[in-house]
């Protein structure tokens, strides 16, 4: 991924889809909910793209408007998302039947719903092969065997007779990821593959979806809610928040230095191994923002330890940081992490007491001097 | 019950709900309408009109084969339907509901007990317990129609409240109500009964639809109450020998029935999917 | 690991709550019997919070549930100070039901969509008193504002209107209004976001040093259980793998399980290196029919003969650090 506001000028040999102002909204009675509010980015051939954030972040809805299964006549999504030199947004459906499966595929979070538990696994995976690639039944089960094979599915003659709920839990989601492969799509997206499965499981899955990726030069797209699974796994990360995209680098920048307060308030809101046993945690005060009525100004700022009065009514753009920089490292805030306007604000709310400053302004090391702010203000 | 809060009524919907207060305000204050006939004054033993009249000023829908008013029938006709489905609905979703919610709680061998009852009872062809009621009593009025289709209607409610009280007793509100030490009969009244009821109430209005039918037909089978009270089901029945002269008498309250039977289910669709909503933001 | 034996065991004047060999059955059907926890002891400390951690299906919620009694275990003895919670007839076991409390993994789940937040929390007070509406009214205020709930905002409010963060700490509130002792908290925490997760965490810790709780902290995430615990207890299928202090499990891990789990762990730090060669063959065996000696040999990198024949029994691998292995990854001190 390069710097979105350059799309345009990146090698369009090498990049497989750039997405431009992305908007998807859904109208409910309620009112509109703005689950995507313009994201831009661009991913190449053979590269693995991240994206993290909370539940309402929109990360799975902009994966799915690019798939185009947002289903339902309350959906409207604009911009564009030009995958090989095509825009999907507006393809009919007939055209995008061909895409599906083909050039992109999907494996979903939940491996239990996302197979049909009426019909035996073999048939679903041959079924798929033989629609799209109009091969025979025998050789379709050669290939099959084969997928399976390649997932690292024991005895896979056995398993294609099974039904799925006779499979455990990650041999589901391995069999998903085997009919998402079985075309050899140019594109992937993951969308929180491993979330219902166990940690141990969560590590052979994502080993697995990796190792595929890089055999067969597939660009993936890893939708997650943990920062932890797109650390060690993808080339560049999106970080979204109430719809937008706050920040967006080359994973091993972003997590070299967090800019976004966001980013940062995510990453010291982990309980992590290598920390002491009842190490105080961060949290990130208040609740994330409603979609329908979205804050002005940063979406964030009603949580954020450095909000300044110019984040409550102007929407920061998403732009890199001064010379000394990574290039490709962009955010859109005002008041960044680790800059002097930065340090400045957030002085600035801890001496004002301002309940989300004064809660992270952890004492560092010391975790015997009581009374801590509890990240606990009110917050009915 | 809140069901109804937070969607909203299609215009649709609303025509069909309107349609519902119109018959049973009807039904109950049919003594009071201004205007409306007795349904069963025959003017023409008196000289005043004629039997089969087309719609006029003096009769809005005609007359029927007797000269009888055939509004004024359709209004007291109501009754009928009324009764016997608010019946059916109520002794339904009092017994019904109360042991389905119980057995689907306690689970154990009243479940299997009741539910071996409620079993029979399906197995068991309505009409001829019906027919051997009526018989034994000699009479058919309609209190012990009511009964009868009421007494019937017990087990579908069962069914519906057990299934929806199972799935309820998994919840973990039950649990927690058991872990704080709460009896088992306050966590059925408090717990478990109140969520079965957005689902029984939903049933109930299907329920009411599929009775009305059940008594149109039973007294198209000169089953239900007896002439000269007036039922939607024995004024076609009645109408029917005179067809080819007079389609009207047929006409007017078959087309009670089917507005009826279609509001009470559009109305019902209605509030499922309400719940539905409510539940999913659970 | 199949891990017996009750080495571990502390004496009993320091203990709250002791179990020994529980066993919890369930049958399947066609005569099977679901093992769900198989013969496991351990004992938990007045103050202190014992992580019980695993994957689903080790049993680790079933244990919880047998605390509680609910339900009663097939055998085994969870005893209680002097009483011996399993001998209890159902009513005597009710009386004692405020002193053991349980908040679940589905917040929104675990309040009934059709009361409001007070009648919610005044519920426990209902059936223990005190019964004057005031009294009751005051204590559950005083509740919600411990677990940070604005009680007039909340207070007629049902539970949708909340948040799943929100709703925790609602459900934190009816479990403390009774004043108890020891409080299991079933994967309190799983269902939240990460940022509402930890506010949660700090919540509980907070509360625990205010009403000096007794905690059972049960989850699958072993970050989550490293930050609140005192103790880890690590099960695998019905049985219990390792005991040991968190910062020593941790660092020190003897059990092959646990280094499984450990090394399975994504860490948001892209320095370290994701290992792909962490050796798992990956099934779950089934809780019908679980391998015979030590439960995890079928996917331990240094299972043995005697793995299959004999049954790890808990032993001390250091002060405090028990484990229950044949081949533990740490040196024994014999």
Redesign the interface.
Known sequence: MTDSMQTDSVDPGRTLLAVDDLRTTFSIPAGDVKAVRGVSFSLDRGRTLGIVGESGSGKTVLARSIMRLNIGSNVTTTGTATFAGRDVLSLSMSEMQEQWGMEMAMVFQDPVTSLNPLVRVGRQVTEHLRSHLGVSRAEAHKTAVSLLNEVRIPEPEARLKAFPHELSGGMRQRICIAIALACEPTLLFADEPTTALDVTVQHQILNLLGREQRDRDMAMVLVTHDLGVVAGRTDDTLVMYAGKVVEQSPTTSLFASMRHPYSEALLRSLPRTSHASHTRLAAITGRPPDLIDPPSGCAFSPRCPYVQDRCRDEVPPLTTGGSGDDPDHAFACFTPVGSPEGAEAFARNVSDGLPQAVAVDLPTGDQMSAPLPTGNERIV | MAAGTGSRMSFFTRICAGWLIVIVLGAIFADLIPGLKDPNYQGFLFGDGATNERPSWNHLMGTDNNSRDILARIVYGARVSLVVSMTAVVMGSVFGGFFGALVGFVRGKTDATIMAAVDVILAFPGLVLLLTVVTLLGRRDLMVIAAVVGFLSIPPYTRVARATALAVSRREFVMAARAIGTRKRTILFREIIPNCLPTLMAFALVNAAVIILLEGALAFLGLSVEPPTASWGNMVNAARVDLTINVWPAIWPSLALVFTVYSLNNVGDHLRRSKAVRSAAL | MAGSGKAHLRPDDEVLIRVEDLVVEFPVGRGRTVKAVSGISFDIAKGETLGLVG??GCGKSTTG?AL?Q?PSPTSGSVRHGLVELTDLSDEAM?????D???????P????????TVGDIVA??LR??GPHDKAEQKALVDRMLDA????PD??RDKH??E??G??CQRI?IA??LV?DPELLICDEPVSAL???????I???L??LK?EYGLTLVFIA?????V?????RVAVMYLGKLCEVA???EL?ANAAHPYTA???????????????D?G?V?S???PSPIDPPSGCRFRTRCPHATDRCAAEEPQMREVAEGHHVACHHPLVAVAE
């Open positions: 994957e689903s549930r509680i609910l009710r009386r004692r039901r405020t053991i409390q349980m908040i679940f993994q589905d929104i789940s675990s309040l009934n969509p059709r009361r519920e426990p059936v223990w677990v940070g709930i604005d905002a909340a539970p949708h909340f948040s963060g929100q459900s009816r479990s009774v976001d990460v940022s509402v997760q930890a506010q965490l700090n919540l810790e907070d040093a699958h995430d072993l970050a989550v490293k930050n609140v615990s005192d202090g968190p910062d941790y499984l789990l450990l090394g399975s762990i994504p860490e948001p730090d892209p320095e370290v290196v994701v792909e962490l798992d990956g099934e779950l």
